[in-house]
């Protein structure tokens, strides 16, 4: 089964700093990785997937995110955030077997942009 | 423009009744899902369904039940015998092929009273 840890329920930064927000998941088969970020009260946006090829990834909005099979992490980091960053973040694997092909998302992380 | 339609975005229910929650996409999309957010819980998936006439329970389908008569609609009804029904509730869909983003509607907040 996949499972998926988001290791900070909340990240405070100060505007134009960089930031990392870790991930790390479980799974025995291939994975697909995710990252989507949610506004309040919204849905859900996708920022970048990796399925395969090369382990750093480029989203919007400037973000990119680093797959790294040996550490079972996909950590999403972004040089220089804005107070427009704020929101919350999700990283997602997506199931296989039982749970077909629905996202299993971790519990999320609060980023806090201040200036 | 093509999207995923929830309704309504506040719902209030008094105890002991049944609530459906509407969710429509106009993406022609195969697969749709439904997932409850709590604060500090991540969501967390209610039920799927792949195809037309088909769904399967997610990892907290207790308490809910779902239909999927038309590609584009998958209603959630939320009935009373989920202890707990308060939260916001997600609507998503995907093409069926594995890798594709997933889209989700604006939610429903559910609230009973």
């Known amino acids: 089964a996949q499972s998926v840890t988001q290791l900070d329920s909340q990240v405070p930064v100060f505007e134009e700093a960089p930031v990392e927000l870790r991930c790390n998941y479980s799974?025995?088969?291939?994975?697909?990785l995710f990252w989507y970020v949610q506004y309040p009260n919204q849905g859900l946006q996708l920022l970048l997937k990796y399925l395969s090829g090369s382990t750093l990834v480029k989203g919007i909005n400037g973000f990119e995110a680093e797959f790294n099979k040996s550490q079972t992490s996909f950590h999403l980091r972004k040089p220089s955030v804005h107070i427009s960053d704020t929101a919350e973040y999700f990283c997602a694997v997506e199931g296989y077997g039982q749970a077909g092909t629905a996202l299993i998302f971790g519990k999320g992380t609060t980023l806090s942009v201040s200036s | 423009d093509g999207g995923i339609t929830q309704s309504p975005k506040y719902l209030f229910r008094k105890e002991g009744q049944n609530v459906t929650l509407s969710c429509e996409q106009n993406?022609?999309?195969?697969?749709m899902y439904w997932y409850r957010q709590d604060p500090g819980q991540g969501l967390r998936l209610i039920y799927y369904?792949?195809?037309?006439?088909?769904?399967q329970k997610g990892d907290i389908a207790e308490g809910y039940s779902v239909s999927r008569e038309k590609k584009e609609s998958f209603p959630l009804t939320v009935t009373s015998a989920q202890k707990n029904p308060t939260a916001f509730y997600l609507c998503?869909?995907?093409?069926?092929?594995?890798?594709?983003?997933?889209?989700f509607g604006q939610g429903t907040r559910l609230t009973v009273v």
């Open positions: 799974s025995s088969v291939s994975v697909y």
């Open positions: 369904s792949q195809i037309v006439n088909d769904f």
């Open positions: 998503a869909s995907t093409r069926d092929r594995r890798g594709t983003e997933a889209f």
């Open positions: 993406l022609n999309h195969d697969a």
